[in-house]
């Protein structure tokens, strides 16, 4: 057969693989482990071609560690509940649970179509109460040691819809869904408190020397420590003070005014009597709460006509502003603007014609001609028009303004921080309940353990607007734990970011009565590699460290970090195609002929645009159940691992699955059809193979598969995918063109033949397996050592080296790897192209480099 029958063979080995259970997990503690773990998906009912190469990259490396002997836990899961299913659940009259099942059901079938090597044993969906009941007791567990709390917050609320909005959901100031004008409101929401833990998460990225560097800053940057000081001004004509956190004290004598965030209990006290006043901060909470949304809008402000005296200038009057840009959760709500040296600073005077007077001078400037014009000043130099700070430099004068105030009794050196606790509240039905109880009598109230899990009742209706939980007739009601008397359940339930901070630690025991049986975590933990997009890179990794020392804290766990290794892969792209009315197209809508493309069936014409990362909003999706149905998985898999490097981004063209499609059938032929003789499994080296010259094609590509084995395991070590695949493409056309017949040499193509396919099983497992059967082997390659290379025949014998005259290359040499000087350059000055380019000359000077190349100076 000269085709690969890959859809008999595909079901073959899977079947085989599980029968056999060749990838149960089982902890034997005379081998090292290697746990390893891709980001588990959402179930939304179909995998895409990002989860073919998240998956696709973690089991080539799973199946690599099990085969190089360790003792390997590859598990996978469902990140089940979440906003998305509750919306399907709204528009199309199904329960959230049931569309959760099915679409398990679904992606579940289709990952295993792909042959990953998953202990599917130990599969768990959060939204099971088997899972979530364990995140209540710890959620109680975090509450008793101090990690948790209850108190206020801003929110974005939906009017029409009833319900809490995240950032993303407001787009242009309205609800994504209902349209209606977002509002901000002032809800109780419970919190975990990991800036406990801010500077100890910062430190810890020093040592976590398996992630990307880009990871390890943008999370530094997330955390967001900062070095400064806190300032008191006075307020004219009342004895409270206003604190202000700044990194820049140097600047303290050109401030030209103070700024309070819209929240803060200034604000709100000047409200209380000023009605504009009142009515502008009303305004500007109809803006989103987020960051972005801050920094993008207009920069504005409200007198409130209070002055804050300048602690350094005693006599300077500050006015003080609610204004829309400053942020109540940075710092203290607060700030002093220096219009000169910060540019948002500088547009807010500018609006409000207030002072800017520079007091940073660059170097090699004349301090008294310069000015601000319309671009603040940033740099480094010396302080001017700053008294006692005259003449410094920027951090020296950070130094002695922070010390000066601190003898004022005006403030004192302080360390801020960017991050904030972690808010885990969501008004929504489909999530964990957070096992709490309010009482009018006694207050907040644990759940009780031993009435774990407070499950979520089936009989909820999403026809009323709001959380389905809230207006629920009986199950919120409930007797208090402590007095007996009428109380009401917590109807918030938790954000999906706190099942996915410890599932990781669940799959080292999924099916046991504890949460995280001491004896399984410790031989599993941490997770020696884990895989995901970079667009988790700040969050959910946060949550998942942050997790893990709380856990710890609590006696769950003895570590603090829970990924050892990780790995961020690129995105997987496609072209876009539109036609001429602005409509997106399909890749499978379209015909191509050249450089041109039309719509299929019509002939429109269609725009080819750049390839970009595929959404369903721009169509140009290819759909994974196409691929495996008209290729197979083993194609789809070379093909995601040998057109780029992992980390980068990865685009899907079809002369690249075609391009993996001819090699896979090749392989295929290659074994299954040999053109010449293969020696039988085990048959011993044939006699006087050591006595064969180093130059016969024979030992060259013994010795080529020897180099190949060592090459693709480092590759695979260092996760360089791609190129493992080109030694395999390399290593097949040497064995293709070893045409010998004799015992030697079909002794050295079963060598390497032997070798090419267990190579190629990390990669393409079902063929590999059929492979290996067709050459005679009866033990499966899932349970197969990895080859290991002779390290004699890792050293040449003898090296290519080019030669040079005047620095002009003009022919190479082939010399034995241990030749001397002498010998190099007698061989050097012998080619023809050298002799010609010295044309009778006598060389001035030969210069060698052993083993690199020889240079001839005329």
Same mark, same amino acid.
């Given at each position: 057969m000269t085709r690969y029958p890959f859809r008999e063979t595909e079901a073959k080995w899977q079947h085989r693989w599980e029968e056999s259970g060749a990838f149960i997990a089982r902890p034997d503690p005379a081998k090292r482990k290697y746990y390893v773990l891709?980001?588990?998906?959402?179930?939304?009912?179909?995998?895409?071609?990002?989860?073919?190469?998240?998956?696709?990259?973690?089991?080539?490396?799973?199946?690599?560690?099990?085969?190089?002997?360790?003792?390997?836990?590859?598990?996978?899961?469902?990140?089940?509940?979440?906003?998305?299913?509750?919306?399907?659940?709204?528009?199309?009259?199904?329960?959230?649970?049931?569309?959760?099942?099915?679409?398990?059901?679904?992606?579940?079938?289709?990952?295993?179509?792909?042959?990953?090597?998953?202990?599917?044993?130990?599969?768990?969906?959060?939204?099971?109460?088997?899972?979530y009941r364990h995140e209540q007791k710890m959620f109680l567990d975090f509450l008793a040691a101090g990690l948790v709390y209850r108190r206020e917050s801003w929110v974005n609320w939906d009017p029409v819809e009833h319900t809490v909005l995240a950032n993303e959901q407001v787009i242009d100031g309205r609800g994504w869904r209902s349209g209606a004008p977002v509002e901000r409101r002032k809800l109780a929401q419970w919190f975990l408190k990991i800036t406990d833990f801010a500077e100890e998460l910062l430190d810890a990225l020093k040592g976590l020397d398996r992630?990307?560097?880009?990871?390890?800053?943008?999370?530094?940057?997330?955390?967001?420590?900062?070095?400064?000081?806190?300032?008191?001004?006075?307020?004219?004509?009342?004895?409270?003070?206003?604190?202000?956190?700044?990194?820049?004290?140097?600047?303290?004598?050109?401030?030209?005014?103070?700024?309070?965030?819209?929240?803060?209990?200034?604000?709100?006290?000047?409200?209380?009597?000023?009605?504009?006043?009142?009515?502008?901060?009303?305004?500007?909470?109809?803006?989103?709460?987020?960051?972005?949304?801050?920094?993008?809008?207009?920069k504005r402000?409200?007198?409130?006509?209070?002055?804050?005296?300048?602690?350094?200038?005693?006599?300077?009057?500050?006015?003080?502003?609610?204004?829309?840009?400053?942020?109540?959760?940075?710092?203290?709500?607060?700030?002093?603007?220096?219009?000169?040296?910060?540019?948002?600073?500088?547009?807010?005077?500018? *609006?409000?014609?207030?002072?800017?007077?520079?007091?940073?001078?660059?170097?090699?400037?004349?301090?008294?001609?310069?000015?601000?014009?319309?671009?603040?000043?940033?740099?480094?130099?010396?302080?001017?028009?700053?008294?006692?700070?005259?003449?410094?430099?920027?951090e020296a004068a950070k130094a002695r303004a922070t010390e000066e105030l601190a003898g004022m009794g005006a403030g004192a050196a302080a360390i801020s921080y960017r991050l904030r606790d972690w808010g885990v509240s969501r008004q929504r039905y489909w999530g964990c309940p957070i096992p709490i109880i309010h009482c009018p009598a006694c207050g907040i109230v644990p759940v009780p353990a031993d009435q774990l899990p407070v499950v979520l009742p089936e009989d909820v209706d999403f026809n009323r607007p709001g959380n389905p939980l809230a207006h629920h007739p009986t199950w919120k009601h409930v007797a208090c734990p402590t007095c007996g008397g009428g109380a009401e359940r917590e109807t918030d339930t938790f954000d999906t970011f706190f099942e996915s901070s410890w599932y990781f630690a669940r799959f080292c025991a999924a099916d046991a009565d504890d949460a995280l049986p001491r004896a399984a975590v410790h031989y599993w933990l941490p997770v020696d590699q884990y895989i995901g997009g970079i667009e988790h890179a700040i969050l959910h990794l946060l949550y998942s460290r942050f997790f893990t020392r709380a856990l710890k804290r609590c006696g769950y766990l003895g570590l603090e970090e829970p990924f050892a290794g990780l790995m961020t892969q690129g995105m997987v792209c496609h072209e876009t195609y539109r036609t001429a009315d602005g409509r997106w197209h399909a890749p499978?809508?379209?015909?191509?002929?050249?450089?041109?493309?039309?719509?299929?069936?019509?002939?429109?014409?269609?725009?080819?645009?750049?390839?970009?990362?595929?959404?369903?909003? *721009?169509?140009?999706?290819?759909?994974?159940?196409?691929?495996?149905?008209?290729?197979?998985?083993?194609?789809?898999?070379?093909?995601?691992?040998?057109?780029?490097?992992?980390?980068?981004?990865?685009?899907?063209?079809?002369?690249?699955?075609?391009?993996?499609?001819?090699?896979?059938?090749?392989?295929?032929?290659?074994?299954?059809?040999?053109?010449?003789?293969?020696?039988?499994?085990?048959?011993?080296?044939?006699?006087?193979?050591?006595?064969?010259?180093?130059?016969?094609?024979?030992?060259?590509?013994?010795?080529?598969?020897?180099?190949?084995?060592?090459?693709?395991?480092?590759?695979?070590? *260092?996760?360089?995918?791609?190129?493992?695949?080109?030694?395999?493409?390399e290593l097949a056309n040497a064995l293709g063109e070893l045409v010998g017949a004799d015992a030697a040499a079909a002794w050295a193509r079963r060598q390497g033949f032997d070798a090419l396919v267990c190579l190629a099983g990390p990669l393409m497992p079902h063929l590999a397996e059929e492979l290996w059967a067709a050459l005679g082997h009866r033990q499966m390659l899932a349970a197969t050592a990895w080859p290991v290379p002779d390290p004699r025949l890792l050293v040449d014998d003898e090296v290519v080296i080019g030669v040079q005259v005047n620095g002009k290359l003009r022919g190479t040499v082939a010399i034995p790897a241990n030749a001397s000087e002498d010998e190099t350059r007698a061989a050097a000055l012998a080619q023809p192209g050298v002799a010609k380019a010295l044309d009778g000359r006598a060389p001035r000077k030969v210069i060698v480099v052993a083993g690199r190349i020889v240079n001839v100076v005329v």
């Open positions: 891709e980001m588990f998906p959402y179930p939304s009912g179909r995998i895409h071609m990002g989860h073919v190469r998240n998956y696709t990259l973690g089991d080539v490396v799973a199946r690599f560690k099990r085969a190089q002997g360790l003792s390997v836990l590859h598990p996978m899961g469902w990140d089940a509940f979440g906003l998305p299913a509750e919306n399907a659940a709204i528009q199309n009259n199904v329960h959230p649970a049931e569309w959760t099942r099915e679409n398990i059901a679904t992606m579940r079938m289709q990952l295993k179509r792909m042959g990953l090597s998953y202990d599917w044993s130990r599969e768990l969906a959060t939204c099971d109460p088997s899972y992630w990307p560097e880009r990871v390890r800053l943008m999370q530094e940057n997330w955390i967001g420590r900062s070095s400064g000081a806190r300032v008191f001004f006075a307020l004219e004509a009342s004895a409270d003070r206003l604190e202000v956190y700044t990194t820049r004290p140097d600047t303290l004598f050109g401030a030209s005014f103070c700024a309070i965030a819209i929240d803060h209990p200034l604000a709100a006290e000047s409200a209380a009597g000023n009605a504009e006043l009142a009515a502008f901060i009303k305004e500007c909470r109809l803006s989103g709460t987020s960051e972005a949304d801050i920094e993008t809008a207009e402000g409200f007198d409130t006509g209070l002055k804050a005296l300048n602690p350094f200038r005693p006599e300077q009057a500050l006015p003080v502003y609610v204004a829309n840009f400053v942020l109540m959760d940075y710092g203290t709500g607060a700030i002093f603007g220096c219009p000169a040296h910060d540019q948002r600073d500088l547009e807010f005077a500018r *609006k409000y014609g207030l002072p800017v007077t520079p007091v940073v001078c660059p170097e090699g400037v004349d301090a008294g001609s310069f000015s601000i014009a319309g671009e603040a000043y940033s740099g480094p130099g010396r302080l001017i028009n700053s008294g006692f700070l005259d003449g410094l430099d920027v499978s809508e379209i015909s191509r002929g050249g450089d041109s493309a039309v719509l299929a069936g019509t002939g429109a014409p269609v725009t080819v645009g750049r390839s970009e990362k595929m959404s369903k909003s *721009k169509k140009n999706v290819v759909d994974p159940e196409g691929i495996l149905d008209a290729y197979g998985a083993d194609t789809a898999r070379l093909f995601m691992l040998s057109d780029s490097p992992p980390e980068r981004d990865l685009e899907w063209t079809e002369a690249g699955i075609d391009g993996a499609w001819r090699f896979v059938n090749r392989l295929w032929r290659m074994v299954t059809t040999p053109e010449h003789p293969l020696a039988l499994p085990d048959t011993p080296q044939p006699a006087g193979w050591a006595d064969l010259a180093a130059d016969t094609s024979t030992l060259r590509v013994y010795r080529q598969t020897h180099k190949t084995i060592a090459a693709v395991t480092d590759d695979l070590e *260092k996760f360089g995918f791609n190129r493992a695949v080109a030694r395999l493409r």
